[in-house]
Structure formats: structure tokens, C-alpha cells
């Protein structure tokens, strides 16, 4: 009797720290998914910028600095390693596309052209894409971190081999809070 | 109240909700075996073994029943790209797998979730709906629709409508009984005190009236609840509240009304006047708008 009750203790503990174990595993997964989600939203929109860029120089030949803000900011972001750097370069990429838009404003023929019109679609519904990623990535960081940190999870994140996980932070606090970036 | 609140209070309600109903069915078979004897242990299994079998049956097969019930026809993206561009964005917002998209052709402004798990999901609107609706208030309405799926709200409604099911198919049989006179156990057994057995008749009878009410009051907690689910998904309130503007100030209706398939829409089909709140399947849409309202102003 004495012998059951100890094994049923030791089952007990033994699948509470499976349970424990494999929640840190799956939430370290989950981020890394994110962060690969987030990986090719942005590779997404740097594949548009060549397109857009070429299509409003065809009705707007002198905004050359604007031109250029956008084509650096674009090799910054597709040369950019690690979280802070991608972040940072996603940040100055998103800004830059604006001042392309609002050059845009200014030329009736070429908001009006279809080709035009569909590529902007194509980039608003891609920002929000990226939004959206970033979002859901900070969102399973908060959960990663919050396990690491507290008890009794935190008691087997070495164990497990997760670490607090970084958070994907643009240079600019508004994009975070506004995931809807109109144009 | 924030979203993450809101999403805690309604998940405790519906489990309470839930409990309700276990109590509701425990009360049915004690108030059966009072009136009518051990004898009617068999029926009880029997009508719970009825209303498991219909509602797992349509639970399993839920995308393609409700498609057929609601006349619903599938669609590819090519067929509506800039839909597909926002369904697509919700998926990377919530980590769901993308849903199979389904239009109903109907002027009435609407849409519906289904799906037995994220995997098998399938979410439905109305050609009204595609037209009436901007940007913004389409992605709340989609962000509305995932939430039912990643709340798997139509298994909590299956389990909702089988105890509901099973109270309504056993207190009919039992009544049936009474008729053919079901009583005779109960004088073998020496009769008993007469008010139990006046109380077990009144139970047996309000019964089924008392399960529908709780399977409405669980789909109302549910709508709430994919509301503030939705505000997870795209931290816009905005949208969505917006969106029940127009379906709030759309007068037209879908147009098959059964109420078979009511609680499955973002609005009720029914018209709101003909039904009364405890039956309802949704909170009033000025309360829901009120609601995000509150969570706008949190910014």
C-alpha cells in the first residue's frame, strides 16, 4: 500500500515537470515562429518597394530624395541581422515608405493609375501583415519571459534551455500601439 | 476593463454557465427517478445517448452541414483577393491556421464561424456584408468570426446544445410515460411524500424551458467573449465597433430564419423584437457597441 502511494507521488511530480518542461519548450517554439513570421512580412514588403518605387517615378520624376530614403532604407532592412538591428531598419523602412506615399498625394494621374492603386493595397494590407507579426511575436515573448520568470516554470527554464527571449521594438513607439497604418 | 479582463470574466462565466447546466441535468434525473421510480434509469441513458449521437454528428461535420444549411458556397482566393489579404492578416495576428472562406449570397449584412477545431474552421459572409463594410470594420468583423474559432466556440455550443438536447428529449419521454401511466412504480414503492412528487413534475416540466435559457445565456457570454478576443487580435476596437453600427442600423435580415443556426452569425438573423432577452443567442448589439466603446477610450 505504503509502495503504491510513493510511486503514485513520483508519477505525479514526474508528469508535472513533463507538463513544466514541455509548456517552456512549446512557448520558446511558438516565439521562434513568430520571429520567422515576422521574418518574411518583411521580406515581403522589401520584394514591393522595387515595383512602387519604379511606378510613382514614372509621374514623379524630381522627388529623388525621397527616392533615396526609401532604396537605403530598404538595403538597410534586407542586410539587417538580429532583433534590434531588423527592428531598427523596419522602423526607418516604414517611415520612409510614408514620405513616399505623401509624395504620392501630390500627383492626381498617379493616384489615379490601376497600377498604382493595386500596389498600394498590396502595401497597406502588407504593413498591416507586418504589424500584425510583430505584434503576435512581443505578444509570446511577454508569455516566454513571463514563465521564465515566475514560479514554478522558472524552476526548470535551465533545464528546459530557455532563456528570456528579446522584444521586437520599432525606433518609433507609435507603430507598436497602431497596428492599422493607413495611407 | 481591458480585453484581456473582459476575455477572463466571460471565459468564468461560460464555465459557470456550464456547471449550471450539469446541476440543471443532475436535478432532471433526480426529479425523474422521484416521480417515476429506478425504473426510468434506462430512459435517462437512452435520451442522453440520442441528443450525443445528433449533436456529435453535426458537430463533427459542421463545416459542411451549416455550408448546406445556409446555402453557403466556398470560394478561392482568386475569387476575392483583398478578403483573402485581410483573413490573412488575422491569422498572422492570432497564430491561426488560415480558415476555408465562404460566401452566402444574401443583401443582409452578416457573416458566421464554423469548424470543429482551427483546422477544420470555415468562416461564411454575406455578399451584404462584403459590400457595406470598409476596410477596418471587415478586419473587426473577420477578427470576430477567428475569435469564435479560437475560442472553439462551436464545441462549447455542441456541449451547450446536447445537455439542452438531452433535458428537452428525456422530459418529453417522461411526460409521454405519464400519460400512459408511468406511476405505477411509484405506488409499489409505497408512494412517497406527495410534495417531492409535485416538485418532480414541476421540474420536469420547466426543464427544458430552463436549459434553453442557460444554452442562450452561454451563446451570449460567447459573442462577448469573441468580441474582446477580436480587440486581442487587432488592438482596433474602433473597427469592430463600427462594424455593429452598420449592422445595427441595417433593418434587413438574412434570409432563412432558422433558428437552428441563429447563435452561429456575428448578428443575430432573427428579428430582435420576436425574441425575447433570456432566449436571445446574442447580447443586444448597443451593449456590445457600448462595450468596445469603453475599451476605445483605454486607448
Known amino acids: 500500500m505504503k509502495t503504491i502511494l510513493v510511486l503514485g507521488v513520483i508519477a505525479l511530480i514526474a508528469v508535472f515537470i513533463i507538463a513544466q518542461y514541455n509548456r517552456l519548450v512549446r512557448l520558446n517554439i511558438t516565439v521562434d515562429e513568430a520571429w520567422s513570421q515576422i521574418e518574411v512580412q518583411l521580406k515581403r514588403r522589401a520584394d514591393l518597394i522595387p515595383n512602387l518605387v519604379e511606378t510613382v517615378k514614372g509621374y514623379a520624376k524630381h522627388e529623388q530624395s525621397t527616392f533615396d530614403a526609401v532604396v537605403t532604407a530598404r538595403a538597410k532592412a534586407t542586410s539587417a541581422t538580429g532583433i534590434a538591428e531588423t527592428a531598427a531598419a523596419d522602423g526607418m523602412l516604414t517611415q520612409a515608405l510614408r514620405g513616399l506615399l505623401a509624395v504620392a498625394e501630390a500627383y492626381p494621374d498617379l493616384k489615379a493609375s490601376t497600377n498604382f492603386l493595386s500596389l498600394q493595397e498590396e502595401l497597406s494590407t502588407t504593413e498591416n501583415k507586418v504589424s500584425f507579426s510583430r505584434q503576435f511575436y512581443n505578444d509570446n515573448v511577454r508569455s516566454l519571459n513571463t514563465a521564465v520568470k515566475t514560479i514554478p516554470s522558472s524552476l526548470f527554464a535551465s533545464l528546459a534551455k530557455v532563456t528570456e527571449r528579446e522584444f521586437y521594438e520599432v525606433e518609433n513607439p507609435q507603430d507598436r500601439n497602431v497596428p492599422n497604418v493607413k495611407f | ?299
Not at chain 2, 448546406?68 to 491561426?96: R, V
Not at chain 2, 472562406?101 to 477545431?117: K, Y
Not at chain 2, 483546422?119 to 455578399?127: K, P, S, V
Not at chain 2, 435580415?253 to 432577452?277: G, M, Y
Open chain 2, 1 to 299: 476593463m481591458n480585453f484581456r479582463t473582459m476575455q477572463a470574466a466571460n471565459r468564468r462565466k461560460t464555465i459557470g454557465l456550464l456547471i449550471g447546466m450539469g446541476v440543471l441535468v443532475w436535478v432532471v434525473v433526480y426529479a425523474a427517478l422521484t416521480y417515476f421510480g429506478s425504473s426510468t434509469a434506462g430512459i435517462v441513458s437512452i435520451a442522453v445517448g440520442i441528443a450525443l449521437v445528433s449533436v456529435w454528428g453535426s458537430y463533427y461535420g459542421s463545416d459542411k452541414l451549416v455550408l448546406t444549411m445556409t446555402g453557403a458556397k466556398l470560394i478561392q482566393e482568386s475569387d476575392n483577393p483583398k478578403l483573402f489579404d485581410l483573413i490573412h492578416e488575422i491569422t498572422i495576428a492570432s497564430g491561426l491556421p488560415m480558415p476555408k472562406v465562404a460566401i452566402v449570397v444574401d443583401s443582409a449584412p452578416n457573416a458566421f464561424a464554423t469548424g470543429r477545431n482551427p483546422e477544420h474552421a470555415l468562416i461564411a459572409f454575406t455578399t451584404g456584408i462584403l459590400d457595406a463594410m470598409d476596410r477596418d470594420q471587415l478586419q473587426g468583423v473577420i477578427a470576430h468570426e477567428m475569435a469564435h474559432v479560437a475560442n472553439r466556440d462551436t464545441l462549447v455550443s455542441a456541449v451547450a446544445a446536447t445537455t439542452a438536447g438531452a433535458i428537452a428529449i428525456l422530459s418529453d419521454m417522461l411526460t409521454r410515460m405519464m400519460w400512459f401511466g408511468g406511476g405505477r412504480d411509484r405506488n409499489r414503492e409505497g408512494g412517497g411524500n406527495p410534495l417531492a412528487l409535485v416538485v418532480s413534475l414541476v421540474i420536469l416540466i420547466l426543464a427544458p424551458l430552463a436549459a434553453m435559457m442557460l444554452k442562450s445565456a452561454i451563446s451570449r457570454k460567447r459573442e462577448s467573449l469573441a468580441d474582446a478576443t477580436a480587440v486581442a487580435f487587432t488592438r482596433n476596437p474602433a473597427g469592430l465597433r463600427s462594424a455593429l453600427e452598420v449592422l445595427a442600423a441595417d433593418s434587413t435580415v438574412v434570409q432563412q430564419r432558422s433558428t437552428a443556426v441563429a447563435h452561429i452569425w456575428i448578428e443575430s438573423p432573427l428579428d430582435a423584437k420576436s425574441v425575447s432577452k433570456l432566449f436571445s443567442t446574442h447580447p443586444p448589439i448597443a451593449e456590445r457597441i457600448a462595450v468596445l466603446k469603453s475599451m476605445e477610450s483605454l486607448g
